[in-house]
């Protein structure tokens, strides 16, 4: 069973950036698909923003295309997201998922001071 940790989440300012990394175990990265990210803000749905493929293809969400990056590193078994240029609206709970194996991780929590 895959188990996923996220970490580096926190308070930035507006136009700051933070690093999100979600730590894979139990499967090697490399064996999963798809790998994403999803964020919640309190009072709203979850939704996707962004996703990235073992092959290396990218998709975001219009809400953050040009502002965040997805990556993994299977040699680290860790999914990353960068975040910049952030902005009051990205505050929120942000979790990694594996579609195929239907996993999701606890969740961290971004907030955003303006």
């Known amino acids: 069973q895959v188990h996923l940790v996220e970490s580096g989440g926190g308070m930035v300012q507006a136009g700051g950036s933070l690093r999100l990394s979600c730590a894979v175990s139990g499967f090697t990265l490399d064996t999963i698909w798809v790998m994403a990210w999803y964020r919640q803000a309190p009072g709203k749905r979850r939704e996707w923003v962004a996703s990235v493929t073992s092959g290396g293809s990218t998709n975001y969400a219009d809400s953050v295309k040009g502002r965040f990056t997805i990556s993994r590193n299977n040699a680290k078994n860790t999914v990353y997201l960068e975040m910049n240029s952030l902005k009051p609206e990205d505050a929120a709970d942000y979790s990694c998922?594996?579609?195929?194996?239907?996993?999701w991780g606890q969740g961290t929590q971004v907030t955003i001071s303006s």
């Open positions: 998922f594996a579609p195929q194996q239907n996993s």
